[in-house]
């Protein structure tokens, strides 16, 4: 079974600061990566996704990730943050062949001015 | 155009009691899914349709959860004897067959069991 572990539940950041949000994942066969964001009282979005090729994607909102095979990770990153990145984020695996997303338990990111 | 919408928003009943949650996907969509998220978790797999049929039911806790989806376009997740623990946002998602990895979600439908 597939499983998902996103390391910081909350992270603080000011303004104008970088963030990197961690992810790492366990499967035993080849999966496709993804991170959504969710807003306060929104729906989730696509933010980017890992399917193949370039082991770094770059997504919406200057968000960008970095698919490391080895360390099993796609951590998030974004250089500059603005006060409207505040949301909670989740990555989420799929497996190849299979169409169920396993996501982590999210980590909430705040932006203070 | 418009998005996945669920209603109701909100739905508030007592321990015991039927519920059914709808689910209207993205017009063209053939794969629809349903997730659950518990308050301070990750959405958790429930059930994936294709079409009219259910292909893998493998994330229903029990056998109170049962979902249809008879003319392939929206989906009722249907709830009996409801539990205090069945507590949790309801999600749908929809996506396209040939572009299956991007799922669209909607903005979900919070129950509450008292």
């Known amino acids: 079974a597939q499983s998902v572990t996103q390391l910081d539940s909350q992270v603080p950041v000011f303004e104008e600061a970088p963030v990197e949000l961690r992810c790492n994942y366990s499967?035993?066969?080849?999966?496709?990566l993804f991170w959504y964001v969710q807003y306060p009282n929104q729906g989730l979005q696509l933010l980017l996704k890992y399917l193949s090729g370039s082991t770094l994607v770059k997504g919406i909102n200057g968000f960008e990730a970095e698919f490391n095979k080895s360390q099993t990770s796609f951590h998030l990153r974004k250089p500059s943050v603005h006060i409207s990145d505040t949301a909670e984020y989740f990555c989420?695996?799929?497996?190849?062949?299979?169409?169920?997303?396993?996501f982590g338990q999210g980590t909430r990111l705040t932006i203070n001015p | 155009g418009a998005g996945v919408s669920q209603t109701p928003s909100n739905k508030v009943t007592e321990k015991g009691k039927y519920v059914e949650l709808r689910c209207d996907p993205i017009s063209g969509h053939t794969a629809l899914y349903w997730y659950r998220q518990s308050l301070g978790q990750g959405p958790e797999f429930l059930i994936y349709?294709?079409?009219?049929?259910?292909?893998?039911d493998s994330g229903l806790p029990n056998d109170r959860f049962f979902a249809v989806r008879p003319e392939g376009s929206v989906s009722t997740l249907k709830i009996q004897r409801t539990e205090r623990g069945d507590s949790a946002v309801y999600l749908c998602?929809?996506?396209?067959?040939?572009?299956?990895?991007?799922?669209?979600f909607g903005p979900g439908t919070r129950l509450t069991v008292l």
């Open positions: 998602a929809s996506s396209l067959v040939r572009n299956a990895d991007t799922q669209y």
């Open positions: 989420a695996v799929r497996v190849q062949g299979a169409q169920k997303l396993v």
């Open positions: 349709f294709q079409g009219t049929g259910a292909a893998d």
């Open positions: 499967s035993s066969v080849s999966v496709y």
